[in-house]
């Protein structure tokens, strides 16, 4: 079993569409939780982080974490062609101090106009 | 400021060859690690050093090797290539001073082994 499971879709959607990206964890120890965006042929880019279980929202983007079901979930409101990319789920133990990321399989979104 | 950069871009092998990657960090950031990507598949973490000190080390055989320099830039090693070796190899950068530190990313060098 994968410590991070993730559906690698691919997901389609019509512009302003709401979208949710979910994954699960294994895990109990990982106490931080991220969400990359990576276009295609380009690095990892970081959309969110949360520390243990709660919400947090950035703009049209709301990350929320679940810890006692080890459920992490991002959400994007008002959908664009330009978010058409493949979101990554991210775990560690450690954050500040440089632990290994343990990342989901990345799901492939399209936004279509 | 200049993110994080790698060179090379691309890179074709064949197997059994060596390669070398390299990777700068952002500047002021201590840690480097190295991920590797599959294709169709989430970065996997290879190595992670921090003040020219290896700090973690990711299930890849002795193949993989790598080191930080006092610059803080960073090398990845690949020995005795194999088809498999073939992925997208990630540096990530980190400056470990705060809670909001995070890893930040580069473009990837794309390796592909024939």
């Known amino acids: 079993q994968k410590e991070v499971e993730q559906d690698p879709g691919p997901l389609s959607v019509p512009e302003g569409a709401i979208v949710s990206l979910n994954c699960t964890y294994s895990n109990s120890a990982f106490q931080y939780f991220m969400w990359y965006r990576q276009y295609s042929r380009k690095g990892p880019e970081l959309l969110m982080y949360t520390y243990s279980s709660g919400n947090k929202e950035d703009g049209r983007f709301t990350a929320q974490v679940d810890k006692s079901s080890k459920y992490i979930s991002l959400f994007i409101r008002d959908s664009q062609p330009s978010d058409s990319a493949t979101y990554l789920c991210?775990?560690?133990?450690?954050?500040?101090?440089?632990?290994?990321?343990?990342f989901g399989q990345g799901t492939e979104l399209s936004v279509k106009p | 400021d200049a993110g994080v950069t790698q060179s090379p871009t691309h890179l074709i092998k064949t197997r059994g060859q060596h390669v070398t990657l390299r990777c700068s960090p952002i500047?002021?950031?201590?840690?480097v690690s190295w991920y590797q990507q599959v294709l169709g598949q989430g970065p996997q973490f290879i190595f992670q050093?921090?003040?020219?000190?290896?700090?973690g080390r990711g299930n890849f055989p002795d193949r993989f090797s790598a080191r930080q320099f006092p610059n803080y830039s960073s090398e990845l090693n690949v020995n005795a290539l194999l088809l498999g070796d073939s992925a997208l190899y990630l540096c990530a950068s980190q400056g470990l001073r705060g809670s909001t530190d995070t890893q930040y990313f580069g473009p990837g060098t794309r390796l592909t082994v024939l």
């Open positions: 500047s002021g950031h201590k840690s």
């Open positions: 991210a775990t560690s133990t450690i954050y500040n101090q440089g632990g290994k990321l343990i």
């Open positions: 050093y921090y003040e020219k000190e290896e700090r």
